[in-house]
């Protein structure tokens, strides 16, 4: 994936393969696995076109299906507008109906998806974006830009690699429960949930990437073995509980929450990495759902023949 240089945990850019895969919808520090697959090793899909799926059978609040995996990304900006703010809109709604527990429904994953993949889109497409985003009423605008530029700034630590590399990936765990988690290290170290999120987000899609890092770095959070023996309390690395405590107790150590960009600079040394949490963070602040929208975000691959989907719909 590519190579980092984090003098802490673990070189710097285990996170653009599994950011830029990741955040983008990510194949981590390490290299994961297709969907297909959950728990063991596979080589990476072919550069077809993303897993097809079986039509939804639940329906967005709009009463129209969702949309469909590899639906067409608009490049033209009117239409590009109108579905973002279509897509948004529905997700919405979709995850206000949505109890929280359990596997997400259908009509949030493909939802979830559809955006994921107009802001990837939008992330490579600048001019494109900037006069479809002027088109957005104001808060949505925002949210748009904030996504990506988060992405933007993480596909820029990404380096390619082979088709044949192999990855791991796995179910995240319920969003309810990783929330729980986020929320009680808030409590004891005072570094803000919507930060530890954002860093789990970028860093393994939620835990979906299971694989170790290229260098060795560990778990959902992305731990090297000293730092971890350091700062992770006598915990799992593995365990999203303990691994999220762990990431809280050096970030506070760090600086945060008096200095997040100090305590995420010392988590990965590089600005565009601190950008990228800051801003995803910041969306959630403005509005929760937008976690469990960035949760139903998934895993991609960036590989020499191009990128790919490892996991979702």
């Known amino acids: 994936m590519e190579e980092r240089h984090d003098h802490h945990r673990r070189p710097a850019r285990a996170l653009a393969a599994m950011a830029l895969a990741a955040l983008l919808g990510t194949a981590a520090c390490g290299d994961p696995a ?28 709009g009463g129209e299906a969702p949309p469909a995996p590899d639906q067409k990304i608009p490049a ?4 590009l507008a109108a579905a973002l703010k279509g897509t948004s809109a529905a997700l919405n709604a979709a995850i206000d109906a949505w109890p929280k527990t359990g596997k997400p429904p259908r009509d949030v994953e493909l939802l979830a998806l559809h955006q994921q ?15 479809a985003f002027a088109r957005l009423p104001s808060g949505l605008a925002a949210q748009a830009k904030d996504n990506t530029a988060a992405i933007r700034e993480l596909l820029s630590l990404a380096h390619p690699i082979k088709p044949s590399a192999t990855f791991k990936v796995q179910p995240a765990r319920p ?14 170290f005072g ?19 299971k694989s170790d890092s290229h260098v060795g770095a560990q778990g959902p959070m992305q731990f090297m073995p000293a730092t971890w023996k350091a700062y992770g309390m006598g915990g799992d690395v593995q365990d999203p509980r303990d691994a999220v405590m762990g990431a809280a107790n050096y970030l506070r150590a760090s600086g945060a929450p008096r200095d997040y960009r100090r305590a995420l600079h010392a988590y990965n040394p ?23 929208a ?20």
Request: charged share 25%; aromatic share 10%; proline share 10%.
């Open 191 to 209: 570094v803000e949930w919507e930060v530890l999120a954002a860093v789990m987000f970028a860093e393994t899609k939620f835990g979906r990437v």
């Open 76 to 79: 033209d900006p009117a239409r």
């Open 294 to 313: 960035y949760y139903n975000w998934q895993v991609y691959v960036i590989t020499t023949a191009g990128e790919r989907r490892l996991t979702g719909p």
């Open 117 to 131: 993949r107009v802001y990837r889109y939008t992330a490579r497409h600048p001019e494109i974006a900037a006069r």
């Open 175 to 188: 969003a309810a429960e990783l929330l729980g988690h986020f929320k009680k290290a808030e409590r004891k």
């Open 34 to 61: 297709p969907a297909a697959s959950a728990a063991g090793r596979q080589p990476a899909p072919s550069p077809s076109a993303s897993t097809p799926s079986t039509p939804s059978a639940s329906t967005p609040p």
């Open 270 to 292: 590089s600005r565009a990495y601190v950008n990228a949490i800051l801003l995803h963070a910041r969306q959630m602040k403005r509005d929760p759902r937008n976690y469990y």
